[in-house]
RNA sequence: GCACCCGUAGCUCAGUUGGAUAGAGUGACGGCCUCCGAAGCCGUAGGUCACAGGUUCGAAUCCUGUCGGGUGCACCA
């Protein structure tokens, strides 16, 4: 038997796919397969329908076509294999599933292993160490964080979350924009606040940034500089202000990303890039490559913007790796365009020794990631595969209607409006209660609304009831440790309902393992949403039949046992909720 | 015009990387509290998975085309 490693154990489905394989690997062996076949489409899942079994694999018909055998044959040999340790029962069903039945107490045993990890449950070595970068928010520092990236910032820390519970190394990255105009711009506002600051009337002109928060940056530059700087030429301040201001502004993000739990492990400045000859080299690399030359590219069909004329540009070839047209890497007066630096900075990634890359842009940006791709793939030789995940837009309410924002106006939200407003758990849940590619609704009301139309709300209730139930259990004297909560009879759980419950919890590493793979968080929430709904459901079956209750007076016994249901739930459920940044709630009131 | 994303119940959305009879919430209707937290649960109703082809044992899922919505399209970042 193949050797199983605990983290296997703990993932049932893995498990019993392992023994599937090693049943196929004998029967090659024993030459009822033809040798050479590819076992990776063979699937072990929980059917849908409950009659079908436990679990079903379909490895007889996704081994039919390439081992040229009937499905039927080889589902009939491979059952004759499987019916040991675990599994109790094999059937052949439909066009050639094998429905499987496990031993009793294999799904009571995930009840323990959930109680014996704790918050590791479900936690898995597939990620085998590899480091991943996870590059998010990267807000332009000019100023606080906005909705706008709100949920780009929490798709991106649970997202590193998920990835490192599944074994990988993950690195959280900021990447500072302090390189383009814009903190140009930056600068030019806060010496208008600083002249403020020194009893001048502040020129707040077209294009320049007017918002309040820029005010104490001119009373610190005061502070500073004293009135060294008035009427001085731009020349002579724009520099020193600019990086001042810059860094105050990064201060400002950074204290917004804490009031979500979000803290960063390497800012990286695009400035930072200038100068150091690392766009230089990368762009060199790329030369020598042969995908670097002077061309002109052809006008954009469809409408032609007015002032467009031929140019000859500095491209990269990125239509040899999938991108469209080639890409300007410089402006036609020789500076670098955006892309550039970019580069450079990827490559620095690339350079750091990351397995993986991962993207996080807002929807605007789409046009952006196949040429990111093409440039992380030319630079690395196809090694470290770069995935551009991009985040919809967030659609804001208040009592159903539309919350009308306008930069100009100054009615755009901050993240501090939101997170104060609805709290960091309720707000970091919320947004992630949507794929990442579709848009999403954030009303202030519903939100905050205690019913089971609002999934954070919902999945809160059920761990408070876990706690709840433990307290009782513990007035009673059962011994509510997880260590001693091992230790009951799980045997005793037999009911229908309540391995219906065992079974969602069983179900977690199998669950948080798929989230990862897809790099998609929301699952893990869809799937709390899921258990919490199972407990609620055993939970109020108790109301009619009192067996099923989890507190039994007067056989502490039997408690135990059901506690140690209600607990493996509650352990799932901090352990997602953590994977999320969202804290569990002990009680409602 | 081109590229990317999306199109699933009246509405808002999931859908286990191709599996068996497509699921939740909400809204509508009907049940369940002398009972561990009813802020909950159970049931009924509701579908041509935008449309048309194709791939195969098998398609909401993959490919092609069409329609509809969003986003982006040289010297902005």
């Known amino acids: 038997m193949r050797h199983i490693s605990r983290n296997d154990v703990m993932n049932l489905f893995n498990d019993i796919r392992a023994r599937v394989i090693d049943a196929l690997d004998a029967m090659v062996a024993a030459g009822d397969l033809p040798q050479g076949l590819d076992f990776a489409n063979v699937t072990v899942e929980p059917p849908r329908d409950p009659a079908h079994g436990d679990m079903a694999t379909n490895a007889a018909m996704v081994l039919a076509k390439p081992a040229g055998m009937k499905p039927r044959d080889i589902a009939e040999k491979l059952a004759a294999r499987l019916t040991d340790g675990p599994i109790a ?28 990890g704790g918050e590791d449950f479900g936690r898995s070595t597939y990620g085998a160490g590899q480091k991943v970068n996870v590059e998010f928010v990267s807000a332009n520092p000019t100023g606080p964080m906005h909705v706008g990236h709100l949920r780009g910032a929490v ?54 940034y007017p918002g309040d928060y820029l005010i104490p940056v001119g009373e610190a530059l005061k502070a500073r500089y004293g009135d060294s700087l008035i009427d001085k030429p731009e020349e002579e301040w724009l520099v020193e202000i600019r990086d001042f201001a ?42 020598s490559a042969g995908l670097i030359y002077r061309g002109t590219l052809e006008p954009p069909k469809g409408k032609l913007p007015e002032d467009w004329e031929a140019r000859e540009q500095t491209l990269f070839k990125s239509s040899e790796f999938g991108d469209d047209v080639d890409r300007p890497i410089q402006k036609s007066d020789g ?14 990634k690339i350079d750091r020794g990351f397995d993986q890359l991962i993207d996080i842009f807002g929807a605007d940006h789409g046009g952006y990631v196949k040429r990111m791709n093409a440039a992380v793939k030319a630079l690395s030789n196809g090694r470290v595969p770069l995935d551009v995940k991009l985040i919809q837009l967030v659609k804001l309410f208040k009592n159903g209607e539309p919350f009308k924002m306008s930069k100009r106006a ?30 999403l609704d954030f009303d202030f009301a519903k939100v905050l609304e205690q019913s089971k139309d609002n999934p954070v709300w919902y999945v809160q209730y059920a761990s408070a009831r876990v706690h709840s139930v433990l307290r009782r259990a513990a007035e009673l004297g059962v011994d509510v ?31 948080v393992e798929h989230a990862a793979r897809a790099h998609e968080p929301h699952r893990v929430a869809f799937y709390l949403y899921d258990l919490a709904s199972s407990l609620h459901s055993l939970w109020n079956r108790g109301n009619d039949e009192t067996g099923l209750r989890f507190v039994q007076d007067g056989d502490l016994d039997t408690t135990a046992s059901k506690i140690a249901l209600a607990r493996s739930v509650g352990v799932v459920i901090s352990s997602g909720l953590g994977i999320l940044g969202v804290t569990p709630a002990e009680e409602m009131r």
Do not use: C
């Not at 094999?90 to 009571?108: D, H, K, M, S």
């Not at 204290?255 to 200038?274: K, T, V």
């Not at 901050?414 to 919320?430: I, K, M, S």
């Open 89 to 116: 029962s094999v059937e052949v069903a439909g066009p050639g599933f094998l429905n499987l039945r496990l031993a009793p107490g294999i799904w009571q045993d995930q009840v323990r292993a959930a109680l014996d």
């Open 481 to 511: 440790s997880d260590a001693a909560l091992a230790k009951a009879d799980l045997s005793k759980l037999d009911h229908p309902a309540e391995l219906e419950l065992i079974r969602k919890v069983a179900e977690w590493p199998r669950q």
């Open 155 to 208: 798709f991106g820390d649970a997202l590193a979350s998920l990835l490192g519970f599944s074994g990988h190394d993950v690195t959280r990255e900021y990447y500072v924009n302090d390189g383009g105009a814009q903190v140009d711009v930056l600068a030019r506002s806060a010496y208008e606040r600083y002249r403020e600051a020194n009893g001048l009337e502040p020129q707040i002109a077209e294009g320049l």
């Open 246 to 287: 810059t860094a105050q502004m990064m201060d400002l993000i950074r204290g917004d990303l804490a009031l979500l739990g979000i803290s960063m492990d390497i800012f990286s400045s695009e400035r930072a890039l200038y100068g150091t000859g690392r766009i230089e080299a990368a762009i060199e690399r790329l030369r």
């Open 335 to 348: 500076a670098w365009t955006y892309f550039a630096p970019d580069i450079a900075y990827h490559w620095d």
């Open 410 to 439: 100054g009615t755009f939200v901050t993240l501090r409006d939101v997170v104060e407003q609805a709290g960091a758990d309720v707000t970091r849940f919320h947004m992630l209660t949507r794929k990442n590619d579709a848009p």
